[in-house]
């Protein structure tokens, strides 16, 4: 490992950081500088753009973008107001009922649409006033909503452990989803219980008192938007079609769904799929970049040196989980997560594998450890628009989060010490 080239990688990447220049641009500038250490200028300015085409250049990749506008369609499309009132329904008259619907509501959409920004906007939107109204402290309200949504990471189908898979090298992408249901549903009712706690501090309102006859009502309406995970995630494990012919079967029903419930019309058709585009362009430029970082890193051998030098530290195979995932939370608040995934994953798989650990273990871990950093300053996405929305300040925000990290933490640390977590689901399906 040339140290010269690290250094030139690493300094680069904060200096343009630290002046505002975007995450994505810092990674492809970062990688050009690095090269133009062992070459000369126009091969190192070649050889980047290509290497960002070629990352692009993966088949896995087009379900991005397709669930992208499935999930714009699902939050303009009513399908958040029918799963908000069913778990309402659930909660009852809990202490904080409010609360409660918000981190159920947030795992629904996650489950349907994917996405942390889309369940932050959805949630936060519809939720946000009434909580307000009804004596909820609106920062209280802002930390669980930016907490919960982040729930739609682990919950498949989640773009996230597609780009996982990618930079794993080929992890089952199947398995991977599988395995997000049961730490998604620990993380929320972690959430909910420290949510809990919260509201007997608080002495907040109950909710309101529900009859089976409402809670029929309103999972009779919400059918129809959870069917779509009988559709896409059965159709991915029974073999039926791959996870990318999901998201278009995903886009499809959505449009189809939204349509009859009439919220959305062809008219609006243009609105969404410019939005679309516009999150998919980000996601994408960060996906190439990335990956250009990424074999920058491998050429001059970067993750060999530190596999040796964490394996040097310790055998033990807590200890180095330990550092990985003291590392990534850290990592985490300065970094998005998608290029975080793809430019750590190649790092430290390698590591934990040779001490045993599943990839899916580790993929599912690693996920989320890194959704905690989207809910921290100072690049956390869900963070700005849950405050944003919520019309309150990060600074007013911090301390009611607090409590909340520290659950997600304590989520993170019992999948690390219980691999079955993640693991028993894809073993029961054979993935």
């Not at 220049?21 to 500088?33: C, E, K, Q, R, T």
């Not at 990749?61 to 029918?82: C, K, Q, S, V």
């Not at 402290?137 to 930016?146: S, T, W």
Request: net charge neutral.
């Amino acid at each position: 490992m040339e140290v010269l080239s690290v250094l030139v990688l690493v300094l680069s990447f904060i200096f343009f950081l630290g002046i505002g220049v975007p995450v994505a641009w810092s990674l492809g500038l970062s990688s050009m500088f690095t090269l133009m250490v062992t070459v000369a200028s126009m091969p190192a300015i070649t050889t980047v753009a290509q290497r960002m085409g070629t990352g692009l250049d993966s088949f896995s990749l087009l379900a991005i973008p397709f669930f992208i506008l499935a999930g714009e369609l699902m939050n303009r499309g009513g399908i958040a107001n029918r799963l908000i009132e069913f778990a309402k329904a659930l909660t009852g008259r809990l202490p904080g009922g409010l609360l409660h619907v918000n981190v159920i509501a947030a795992m629904l959409m996650g489950a349907i649409a994917g996405s942390a920004v889309a369940a932050a906007s959805s949630m936060g939107g519809i939720l946000g006033k009434r909580m307000e109204k009804e004596g909820y402290p609106k920062e209280l309200g802002a930390a669980v909503n930016i907490t919960s949504s982040t729930t739609g990471l682990i919950i498949p189908p989640s773009n996230v452990l597609i780009v996982y898979s990618l930079a794993s090298g080929g992890v089952s992408i199947a398995a991977l989803f599988v395995a997000g249901y049961l730490p998604g549903l620990l993380v929320g009712l972690l959430l909910m219980i420290t949510a809990a706690v919260m509201v007997k501090i608080k002495k907040l309102p109950a909710g309101e008192a529900t009859t089976i006859k409402h809670l029929a009502v309103t999972f009779w309406h919400a059918i129809p938007s959870l069917f779509l995970l009988v559709v896409v995630i059965g159709g991915i494990i029974g073999g039926v079609f791959t996870a990318t012919e999901a998201s278009a079967i995903a886009v499809v029903y959505s449009l189809v769904l939204s349509l009859i419930y009439k919220e959305i019309g062809f008219k609006d058709l243009p609105a969404v799929l410019l939005k679309s585009a516009e999150t998919t362009a980000v996601v994408m430029l960060l996906i190439a970049t990335s990956m250009a970082m990424s074999w920058v890193m491998s050429s001059e051998e970067i993750p060999q040196s530190i596999s040796n030098s964490l394996l040097s530290l310790s055998d033990n195979i807590f200890v180095i989980l330990i550092m990985i995932n003291v590392l990534l939370l850290f990592v985490g608040i300065f970094m998005d997560m998608t290029p975080a995934v793809l430019i750590f994953t190649p790092i430290f798989l390698p590591v934990v594998t040779s001490l045993g650990v599943d990839p899916v273990h580790f993929g599912i871990m690693m996920v989320l450890n890194l959704c905690i950093g989207l809910c921290t300053p100072p690049v956390g996405s869900v963070l700005f628009i849950g405050v944003g929305i919520a019309q309150t300040t990060i600074q007013k925000v911090i301390k009611p989060l607090l409590p909340f990290f520290f659950a997600m933490i304590l989520a993170l640390a019992l999948i690390m010490i219980f691999p079955e977590i993640s693991l028993w689901l894809p073993r029961v399906f054979g993935l």
